[in-house]
């Protein structure tokens, strides 16, 4: 390490990188929930993999244990992340990669930049990572003068339709197969007659691709896991394409944030049993590439590792939101979540969408820079349930929205949010008060007179009864009614002296 | 045995059906029911909207209102959770040890309805007749905060001339989520027309939950269908089905 941190930990910085939207999560959620072809296209795409999810995870007798076992050994990683990094950084070292670390995302894009300038390539080729996605670092490049190429399938339809991913394992699953021969016959080179057949498509991007890892000197990759006893490097994948760039380039360079170290072999086993199951569904994914160091005469022979902060330390000195760390991006949480479903991932506006990136987000950025991110969920919790790793993703929604209201707090004109909830909070601390209230309430009645439902009503309500009803406030409150049965307990009842 | 009945904010101001229809309940099976009229509200919407600290005030009456009580029983499952799985901790970061520890013995003593009906009074069938075609909606918190599990559906498969209809997609949120509703209403409108589409697809005339404020949203949206379209089914809280006779 170049230099000791001292202070308090640092937020990913703005201007760089994919972390923050342009528009608060209701905005942006809107403009997606009036694209009808981007709703059916979630809706098929989430329900496809949860059932292939909720099938391959109903076959192993001990999920619940392998669950428990994953979340125990990253809380233990987090308890001394220090110390295994340094360890991680040793066996690479003395296995001849060399190690890099960068505090964020423009430190991390300027060294991959000159790593890359190194080697005289204009052109790199790269395997699916969703950290160079978070740093931006397709973008530092191309403004560095180098062309980087995805190869996963997937990313290369978000590319070369110059879009954005929206899922952090189904980066196109916005796009239906009549988009992507679309975006295929508009910029692959002889693509005119390309038909919509998945099958036609896979090969067209296969030929495509199979040019570029030929020719390419250097890869970029990201990490699903490092093992710091060897110093071992796991890269898990689908589609060959990730070999292809593990293997066939002279110099790899790969970007890894530094949450993804595990001790030890024996823990790495736990995650690769509960990461496929939960990602793609499936038993067993169909490429596991391992790699420690240089091999000589045997695959890239210049490794270099980057460790990422870009805010993790921010997320690790919040005791009540570090498991945000614990993720192993397998999106279970995405295609599990109802909001998810039906927004996609670009109104999240960051790389990482869905309610694992409602929770990691605001947590690199600092919550004011994601604000509206906790709010996005109903907390109705199938993210937790659906987690490998067990991250209470609801609960951690909660504390966020407390640390939002409590940053806010300090400012010298509250909300109306703010006084309302505190008024409701006056009032509710007194039975008396309650009372008062409930009969208040009551006016409403004059609102519904004619059918019994209030169909409008002012801001913020009107929120409401935008789409819904609210029923008439009935004549007598259950209190009322309780007061006035005739065999009402004495020894319930309270003073009212509670004014 | 002596139950005290937590109505929530929601059903005693909006709701009193449910209320009524808990109190006759239990006291049908032989139990005395009271009301201690300290309580307001568990403050599971100021929680889950940030405002911890005007919750603390909340969870300190609420579990000073129920002190004393050995078994208390509330028709929402959201509410339950929150007193069970959230109080404590409000409580604990306010820095409020003592507090804690009685909010957390106060949730272990809280039961939501179906729970204390089929757990602790180890009863499916409540004598209840209810001939209607229902449908059953397993709201969020009862479904995976309280893993209340089959409970509800037992109860109700006893019940008398029901015609108990499943609900396609019944584990999917209804999209109401507290000031979820409000902050993201489009989002929540859009879960709501789904959850809807799948109730009306039953050709029920109930649909049935344990939470009166889910109840509130889909019969909010069903109402306004009615206006529209003619839509027939009403929402209906367990409780008053398993109170009918």
């Avoid at chain 1, 640092?10 to 929930?33: C, I, K, S, T």
């Avoid at chain 1, 076992?69 to 066996?91: C, I, N, S």
């Avoid at chain 2, 029983?73 to 003592?98: D, F, K, L």
């Amino acid at each position: 390490m170049t230099s000791v941190f001292l202070g308090m930990p640092v937020y990913a910085p703005r201007g760089v990188g994919a972390l923050r939207g342009d528009m608060p999560f209701p905005e942006a959620a809107r403009v997606a929930l009036g694209n009808d072809q981007l709703r059916r296209n979630l809706g098929h795409a989430t329900s496809t993999i949860r059932g292939k999810r909720a099938a391959v995870v109903a076959e192993v007798p001990d999920w619940e244990e392998l669950r428990l076992a994953g979340e125990a050994v990253k809380a233990a990683t987090m308890a001394r992340l220090p110390d295994l990094l340094v360890r991680l950084e040793e066996q690479v070292t003395a296995r001849g990669g060399t190690v890099h670390w960068a505090r964020d995302a423009t430190e991390a894009n300027a060294i991959v930049l000159d790593l890359i300038r190194a080697t005289g390539a204009a052109e790199v080729v790269k395997v699916k990572s969703m950290a160079t996605q978070e740093i931006g670092l397709n973008e530092a490049l191309a403004e560095g003068g180098v062309t980087a190429w995805e190869t996963d399938l997937a990313e290369l339809i978000v590319q070369l339709g110059d879009d954005k991913p929206s899922h952090i394992l189904v980066p196109a699953i916005h796009r239906n197969r009549t988009e992507i021969r679309d975006i295929f016959r508009r910029t692959m080179p002889g693509a005119d007659a390309l038909s919509d057949e998945p099958r036609e498509l896979a090969m067209a991007a296969r030929a495509y691709l199979r040019e570029k890892f030929l020719t390419a000197r250097v890869a970029m990759s990201g990490a699903n896991f490092a093992v710091a006893e060897t110093g071992t490097l796991a890269v898990v994948e689908s589609e060959g394409n990730g070999r292809m760039c593990l293997t066939l380039p002279q110099t790899l360079i790969t970007v890894m944030g530094i949450e993804k170290v595990v001790p030890t072999w024996t823990d790495l086993e736990v995650f690769l049993q509960l990461l496929p199951r939960s990602s793609t569904g499936e038993r067993m994914n169909p490429y596991t590439s391992l790699w420690t160091g240089v091999t000589p005469g045997d695959g890239p022979q210049d490794f270099h590792l980057v460790l990422v902060d870009n805010g993790r330390t921010a997320v690790l000195s919040d005791p009540a939101g570090r498991a945000a760390l614990h993720c192993i991006r397998c999106s279970a949480c995405l295609n599990v979540c109802p909001v998810y479903e039906r927004t996609g991932g670009h109104a999240y506006g960051s790389v990482y969408p869905g309610p694992i990136g409602a929770v990691l987000s605001p947590q690199l950025t600092g919550v004011a820079d994601n604000a509206s991110l906790p709010y996005a969920s109903s907390l109705c919790g199938a993210c937790f349930d659906a987690c490998p790793v067990r991250i209470d993703i609801p609960a951690m929604l909660v504390h966020l929205r407390n640390r939002h209201v409590e940053e806010r707090a300090d400012r010298p004109v509250p909300s109306p949010e703010a006084v309302a909830m505190a008024a409701m909070s006056w009032v509710m601390t007194k039975p008396g008060r309650f009372r008062r209230a409930e009969k208040l309430l009551r006016i409403g009645r004059l609102l519904g007179r004619r059918d019994d439902r209030i169909t409008a009503l002012p801001p913020p309500m009107s929120a409401w009864t935008a789409t819904r009803d609210l029923p008439r406030p009935p004549a007598q409150t259950f209190r009322d009614w309780w007061r006035s049965r005739p065999a009402a307990p004495v020894d319930s009842l309270v003073e009212e002296d509670d004014r | 045995m002596r139950v005290a009945l937590f109505v929530t904010c929601l059903a005693d101001a909006m709701f009193p059906q449910v209320g009524r229809a808990t109190v006759e309940l239990l006291e049908r099976l032989g139990h005395e029911v009271v009301f201690p009229e300290a309580q307001t509200c568990c403050g599971q919407m100021h929680i889950n909207t940030g405002y911890q600290r005007e919750a603390l005030r909340l969870v300190e009456h609420h579990v000073d209102s129920f002190a004393g009580f050995e078994a208390i029983v509330a028709p929402s499952g959201s509410c339950v959770g929150s007193i069970r799985h959230q109080h404590a901790g409000v409580a604990r970061r306010a820095g409020r040890v003592a507090l804690s520890h009685r909010a957390e013995e106060l949730g272990a003593r809280t039961y939501e309805l179906s729970e204390f009906l089929v757990d602790v009074l180890g009863v499916t069938d409540v004598g209840a007749r209810y001939p209607h075609r229902v449908t059953y909606h397993p709201t969020c918190h009862s479904l995976r905060m309280l893993r209340v599990g089959d409970r509800p559906l037992r109860l109700l498969r006893a019940v008398r001339g029901i015609d108990l209809v499943e609900l396609p997609g019944a584990e999917e949120c209804c999209g109401f989520g507290g000031t979820f509703a409000l902050k993201n209403a489009d989002t929540s409108a859009a879960m709501l027309g789904d959850k809807l589409r799948n109730v009306l697809s039953t050709g029920a005339d109930v649909v049935s939950a344990g939470d009166s404020s889910c109840l509130m949203h889909m019969g909010g949206g069903l109402s306004r269908l009615s206006s529209d379209a003619g839509a027939v089914t009403r929402p209906v809280h367990l409780a008053e089905i398993l109170a009918a006779t």
